[in-house]
């Protein structure tokens, strides 16, 4: 379960604003890939980020990012445990934070509303600088109009990434109000990321805390199950 979470993370791939700017608001995260379908729970706080993961509607783990203090923790329900976040090393907590730390916050938090590609440029490069030695990835992104998803005005950008010498290609549709990622579509791929039934508005501190209880993650205790 920890995995798929995981996978969720890395799969969503803004600074001009700062957390305390963000707009808060919650909303429905859909994988529209035909074969794979799934569904998460979104919640973004002022300075926080919560994917709740859901199993036949059901909540069964969560990932959480704290952009304030760059970290990731991942939350399993059904084992009451969770890895990174306050209760986890340092090594464990640099390695959690490089799985999706960058990729979230470039999807939800607000990009610049003339060049949403500036403002994840910014975010990758000071994740690379922080964990990784390597060139990161860059972006650079081309308006194609105005749009709408699920309803709501969005403006919709051509985006090519290069990364490590392979270059992509895809859309994303930026929402007018939040300026956040609501569509995502890889070229080539039958699917995306869509992001539905947003509800604007504070969020409560308790989605994106560890439950009593939890305790951070024992691969021995699993391996014995």
């Known amino acids: 379960m920890v995995c798929s979470i995981a996978g969720m993370a890395v799969m969503l791939v803004s600074l001009t604003a700062t957390p ?14 035909p074969s794979t379908p799934t569904t998460a729970q979104l ?13 036949k509607g059901k909540a069964d783990g969560a990932a959480i990012f704290d952009v304030a203090n760059n ?36 999807v939800f938090r607000p990009a610049n509303a003339s060049d949403p590609c500036t403002t994840w ?3 990758v490069q000071s994740y690379a600088q922080m964990y990784d030695k390597r060139t990161p990835p860059s972006f650079s992104c081309t308006s194609e109009g105005s749009d709408n998803v699920d309803g709501r005005p969005a403006q919709k950008w051509a985006v090519t990434s290069v990364d490590n010498g ?3 290609h895809g859309e994303v549709w930026i929402d007018d109000e939040l300026r956040v990622v609501t569509r995502s579509v ?16 504070s969020q409560p501190e308790s989605l994106f805390t560890i439950p009593a209880g939890y305790k951070p993650f024992d691969p021995t205790a699993m391996m014995a199950k």
Not at 191 to 197: K, S
């Open 166 to 168: 392979s270059t992509k």
């Open 20 to 33: 305390s700017e963000a707009q808060q608001f919650s909303g429905t995260l859909v994988n529209t890939e």
């Open 43 to 55: 919640y973004v706080g002022q300075t926080k980020i919560r994917i709740q993961n859901m199993t």
């Open 121 to 123: 440029n910014s975010i």
């Open 186 to 201: 890889d070229q080539g791929e039958k699917g995306g990321m869509e992001l539905r039934d947003i509800h604007e508005g």
């Open 71 to 106: 970290s990731m923790t991942f939350v399993s329900d059904k084992d009451h445990m969770y890895i990174g976040g306050g209760g986890s090393s340092s090594l464990v907590n640099t390695a959690v934070s490089r799985m999706g730390g960058a990729s979230l916050w470039r």
